[in-house]
């Protein structure tokens, strides 16, 4: 029988529902002033509100039928506001926090507005704009997160043609918020190791419920984009976006890639809607196309300093696997992924039509050549954020503008370049007009008719990414049933689970690993020089406990007196060193470009490149960004200091290593001095001190090859896995990918016959 409900919220709006027999439950603001339509025994949301049932309105028809058809219905200005995709955007938007707002042109802290109402930007470009894909960072709780949802779904489904919004969200599950790229990360949601630490498992069948369990709360969050997995292969050690792959090795990317794609976006029986979509589907977008992970020298284009990808080792084509063989071919009834993204870099030399060397997402030869035609691909192609903005006069600013290779055109010219190259959305673009102008560039240029085909195919993959997820029936949540599903106990069991299958036991002398609970334990504290974020935001000096030692109190007695202790336990980082550009050097009549060091103590690139491969030949800009010679200085020295003391001060007793690794380290400045080394992706104390005491057994395998020195990362190629020369430890073990021990030793098993070199 069918049947309605109506819903009172503590949000402004009322939530009915009207539920078909067989069919989909329909949801629906009454104050948006969409009606229900009922025909053959059946209901409908009159989302335009003409009085009849359209094509795009029915939910008996395939998403593919509707979104033609709706898209044949928008004007210009509707497909242009579709195209966008908005700026981040925190919920409540505290001014403390990285992207502020204001409500009713007061700071939230002053206007006395609920965290769930939306703000006077999320308001305009909602109306004036006609964005409907919002990607969301923090949010303050799940129920916030629903009501917030509810009320962008409201004004939405009442604005022009009731198209809802695809809220989206990058990772948000791992167990740092501080991490870059992690803005969601941390607070009521299950959490689980980086994508690297899904990596070190070495089975795609954990990546896999990953997915299932990401979805799930993601879809309780009110998001239906993922910007995710990042699947680049990451040959180049010192790339700060290492720890946001699946490490360099293109098999175990692709494996894991098609797992993450298939448990984001599969809906299985009556949570199915059409072809595998459904209710717990996630769109999936994948990054970043062709690879962004050989940029010269480790350095990231979210800089202008980092902005060539270079291939000396001729081996562009393996950093397509991922893509080609993975997100693009999966095992599931979905088949590919629905987005991706280009990468910010210029892929220097690799243009074999037209010779362009331009960001990614402005080439037509990598999105409409090789993506499109070559390979098949007819999903969304999204850009990254902030590619169509200026420039800014510094070459370390990660908010800059990032036009590489098409600095000189004008922003509404970046549009019509991109939509002439094959993209269909604007990353970190609220603004309606450059798209409409670069509409009209192309209407002089084609004519009108081409040019409104041109907006209706990519108005068409759009809306399919959105009919698949079942919005336009019900985009609404019920508050209280996401407090539910968001971080329930079975999810965060899952996360947790993973969490202990990615630690990797490096090293274990003389099996003093496991140590049985209620030794006494040292743990020295840690000191964070001041420095900055990775906004560019200064951070304060600070000495503090590197874990909860109240955790650790429920396995050791904790003494802050080496004499005392039984063993000490000694927490570092991955060496950090900045991103290869040094704003003083540059003042100073040098080319501004300096070394990024995976070692602790101060390092010189004696062995670096005299002429570098890519370089801009503009004036304000450098052609040669050698930095040969060149000394840099790691932010975190003093891990290794803290290392090496705890030697001193536990004497012949043990000192044991737990170190967060976000990049290969050059770990031969303590390993001789330490008789155990556990390495994590990311994890909850209780996770590691499960493993510390035997509760668990570490299983976890390298997803990256560990350097023996500098010199071996300054002579491996940018482009190429599996070149460098690894560590050997004091006990003979090389730390080489797919290198992991448990109590017995050094671990030989499935995965490694499948994966190992």
Same mark, same amino acid.
């Given at each position: 029988?069918?049947?309605?409900?109506?819903?009172?919220?503590?949000?402004?709006?009322?939530?009915?529902?009207?539920?078909?027999?067989?069919?989909?439950?329909?949801?629906?603001?009454?104050?948006?002033?969409?009606?229900?339509?009922?025909?053959?025994?059946?209901?409908?949301?009159?989302?335009?509100?003409?009085?009849?049932?359209?094509?795009?309105?029915?939910?008996?028809?395939?998403?593919?039928?509707?979104?033609?058809?709706?898209?044949?219905?928008?004007?210009?200005?509707?497909?242009?506001?579709?195209?966008?995709?908005? =700026?981040?955007?925190?919920?409540?938007?505290?001014?403390?926090?990285?992207? $502020?707002?204001?409500?009713?042109?007061?700071?939230?802290?002053?206007?006395?507005?609920?965290?769930?109402?939306?703000?006077?930007?999320?308001?305009?470009?909602?109306?004036?704009?006609?964005?409907?894909?919002?990607?969301?960072?923090?949010?303050?709780?799940?129920?916030?997160?629903?009501?917030?949802?509810?009320?962008?779904?409201?004004?939405?489904?009442?604005?022009?043609?009731?198209?809802?919004?695809?809220?989206?969200?990058?990772?948000?599950?791992?167990?740092?918020?501080?991490?870059?790229?992690?803005?969601?990360?941390?607070?009521?949601?299950?959490?689980?190791?980086?994508?690297?630490?899904?990596?070190?498992?070495?089975?795609?069948?954990?990546?896999?419920?990953?997915?299932?369990?990401?979805?799930?709360?993601?879809?309780?969050?009110?998001?239906?984009?993922?910007?995710?997995?990042?699947?680049?292969?990451?040959?180049?050690?010192?790339?700060?976006?290492?720890?946001?792959?699946?490490?360099?090795?293109?098999?175990?990317?692709?494996?894991?890639?098609?797992?993450?794609?298939?448990?984001?976006?599969?809906?299985?029986?009556? =949570?199915?809607?059409?072809?595998?979509?459904?209710?717990?589907?996630?769109?999936?977008?994948?990054?970043?196309?062709?690879?962004?992970?050989?940029?010269?020298?480790?350095?990231?284009?979210?800089?202008?300093?980092?902005?060539?990808?270079?291939?000396?080792?001729?081996?562009?084509?393996?950093?397509?696997?991922?893509?080609?063989?993975?997100?693009?071919?999966?095992?599931?009834?979905?088949?590919?992924? $629905?987005?991706?993204?280009?990468?910010?870099?210029?892929?220097?030399?690799?243009?074999?039509?037209?010779?362009?060397?331009?960001?990614?997402?402005?080439?037509?030869?990598?999105?409409?050549?090789?993506?499109?035609?070559?390979?098949?691909?007819?999903?969304?192609?999204?850009?990254?954020?902030?590619?169509?903005?200026?420039?800014?006069? $510094?070459?370390?600013?990660?908010?800059?503008?990032?036009?590489?290779?098409?600095?000189?055109?004008?922003?509404?010219? =970046?549009?019509?370049?991109?939509?002439?190259?094959?993209?269909?959305?604007?990353?970190?673009?609220?603004?309606?007009?450059?798209?409409?102008?670069?509409?009209?560039?192309?209407?002089?240029?084609?004519?009108?008719?081409?040019?409104?085909?041109?907006?209706?195919?990519?108005?068409?993959?759009?809306?399919?990414?959105?009919?698949?997820?079942?919005?336009?029936?019900?985009?609404?949540?019920?508050?209280?049933?996401?407090?539910?599903?968001?971080?329930?106990?079975?999810?965060?069991?899952?996360?947790?689970?993973?969490?202990?299958?990615?630690?990797?036991?490096?090293?274990?002398?003389?099996?003093?690993?496991?140590?049985?609970?209620?030794?006494?334990?040292?743990?020295?504290?840690?000191?964070?020089?001041?420095?900055?974020?990775?906004?560019?935001?200064?951070?304060?000096?600070?000495?503090?406990?590197?874990?909860?030692?109240?955790?650790?109190?429920?396995?050791?007695?904790?003494?802050?007196?080496?004499?005392?202790?039984?063993?000490?336990?000694?927490?570092?980082?991955?060496?950090?060193?900045?991103?290869?550009?040094?704003?003083?050097?540059?003042?100073?009549?040098?080319?501004?470009?300096?070394?990024?060091?995976?070692?602790?103590?101060?390092?010189?690139?004696?062995?670096?490149?005299?002429?570098?491969?890519?370089?801009?030949?503009?004036?304000?800009?450098?052609?040669? =960004?050698?930095?040969?010679?060149?000394?840099?200085?790691?932010?975190?020295?003093?891990?290794?200091?803290?290392?090496?003391?705890?030697?001193?001060?536990?004497?012949?007793?043990?000192?044991?290593?737990?170190?967060?690794?976000?990049?290969?380290?050059?770990?031969?400045?303590?390993?001789?001095?330490?008789?155990?080394?556990?390495?994590?992706?990311?994890?909850?104390?209780?996770?590691?001190?499960?493993?510390?005491?035997?509760?668990?057994?570490?299983?976890?395998?390298?997803?990256?090859?560990?350097?023996?020195?500098?010199?071996?990362?300054?002579?491996?190629?940018?482009?190429?896995?599996?070149?460098?020369?690894?560590?050997?430890?004091?006990?003979?073990?090389?730390?080489?990918?797919?290198?992991?021990?448990?109590?017995?030793?050094?671990?030989?098993?499935?995965?490694?016959?499948?994966?190992?070199?």
């Amino acid at each position: 029988m069918n049947q309605r409900e109506t819903i009172n919220t503590k949000s402004l709006h009322t939530i009915s529902y009207v539920s078909n027999k067989g069919g989909p439950t329909l949801g629906y603001s009454p104050d948006s002033g969409v009606q229900i339509l009922e025909q053959d025994g059946l209901f409908f949301k009159d989302l335009n509100r003409n009085g009849k049932l359209d094509k795009y309105e029915d939910w008996r028809l395939t998403p593919q039928e509707r979104a033609e058809d709706l898209a044949s219905q928008m004007s210009i200005e509707q497909i242009a506001g579709l195209m966008l995709y908005s =700026r981040h955007q925190s919920i409540p938007a505290l001014s403390s926090s990285w992207f $502020s707002g204001t409500y009713n042109g007061k700071s939230y802290e002053e206007s006395g507005a609920k965290p769930w109402e939306l703000t006077d930007e999320q308001l305009a470009f909602l109306a004036q704009d006609h964005l409907r894909h919002i990607l969301v960072t923090t949010v303050e709780s799940p129920e916030i997160a629903a009501l917030w949802n509810n009320q962008v779904q409201a004004f939405a489904e009442g604005t022009g043609l009731g198209i809802p919004a695809n809220n989206s969200s990058d990772p948000r599950h791992g167990s740092d918020s501080n991490s870059e790229f992690n803005a969601g990360a941390g607070g009521q949601i299950s959490m689980w190791p980086e994508t690297l630490g899904l990596a070190a498992t070495f089975d795609p069948k954990i990546t896999y419920r990953f997915g299932q369990v990401a979805s799930r709360e993601y879809r309780a969050l009110g998001l239906g984009t993922a910007l995710s997995p990042q699947i680049d292969i990451a040959t180049d050690p010192r790339w700060f976006r290492f720890n946001g792959t699946f490490g360099e090795d293109s098999k175990l990317s692709a494996d894991m890639a098609k797992a993450y794609v298939d448990g984001f976006q599969s809906s299985e029986d009556d =949570r199915e809607v059409n072809e595998g979509w459904g209710y717990d589907s996630v769109n999936a977008m994948v990054k970043h196309w062709p690879g962004g992970g050989s940029g010269e020298g480790g350095r990231d284009a979210h800089y202008a300093c980092g902005k060539y990808a270079v291939y000396p080792g001729g081996n562009f084509d393996e950093h397509l696997i991922p893509f080609t063989e993975g997100a693009f071919k999966l095992d599931g009834p979905t088949k590919q992924a $629905s987005a991706v993204m280009p990468y910010y870099t210029i892929s220097t030399d690799q243009d074999q039509l037209n010779g362009e060397n331009v960001g990614n997402s402005y080439s037509s030869y990598l999105i409409t050549d090789l993506l499109r035609e070559k390979y098949g691909y007819d999903g969304v192609v999204c850009t990254d954020w902030l590619i169509t903005a200026d420039e800014s006069d $510094s070459k370390d600013s990660f908010l800059s503008g990032k036009p590489w290779g098409v600095e000189g055109m004008s922003v509404a010219e =970046r549009h019509y370049k991109l939509l002439m190259a094959g993209v269909d959305q604007f990353g970190g673009n609220n603004e309606m007009e450059p798209v409409l102008e670069a509409y009209r560039m192309g209407v002089a240029e084609h004519g009108e008719v081409w040019m409104r085909n041109r907006f209706e195919r990519s108005a068409v993959r759009l809306l399919l990414n959105i009919f698949r997820l079942g919005l336009f029936e019900n985009p609404y949540l019920k508050p209280e049933e996401s407090a539910l599903i968001v971080g329930n106990p079975e999810f965060m069991q899952s996360g947790y689970e993973a969490q202990l299958k990615s630690i990797v036991l490096l090293k274990n002398k003389n099996r003093v690993l496991p140590l049985a609970a209620k030794q006494t334990v040292y743990v020295p504290k840690r000191y964070t020089p001041a420095g900055k974020d990775w906004f560019g935001n200064p951070t304060p000096e600070k000495t503090e406990y590197p874990v909860n030692l109240d955790v650790v109190s429920k396995y050791y007695h904790v003494t802050d007196q080496p004499e005392k202790a039984d063993f000490a336990l000694v927490f570092i980082s991955s060496p950090k060193s900045g991103v290869g550009f040094s704003q003083e050097d540059s003042e100073q009549g040098g080319n501004g470009y300096v070394p990024i060091s995976l070692q602790y103590r101060p390092y010189t690139a004696e062995h670096a490149r005299e002429q570098s491969l890519a370089g801009d030949a503009r004036d304000n800009d450098v052609l040669n =960004r050698s930095y040969k010679g060149k000394t840099v200085v790691t932010h975190n020295e003093s891990d290794l200091d803290r290392v090496l003391e705890a030697r001193k001060l536990m004497k012949d007793k043990p000192v044991i290593v737990s170190m967060l690794l976000s990049n290969p380290s050059v770990v031969a400045e303590f390993e001789g001095e330490v008789d155990a080394i556990l390495v994590n992706f990311g994890l909850q104390d209780q996770a590691l001190m499960e493993v510390l005491t035997g509760a668990e057994e570490p299983s976890g395998l390298l997803p990256v090859q560990m350097p023996s020195g500098m010199q071996t990362v300054e002579e491996q190629l940018e482009d190429v896995a599996h070149d460098m020369e690894c560590h050997a430890d004091s006990e003979g073990n090389v730390y080489d990918f797919a290198f992991g021990m448990n109590w017995n030793g050094v671990i030989e098993d499935e995965r490694t016959k499948n994966y190992r070199k």
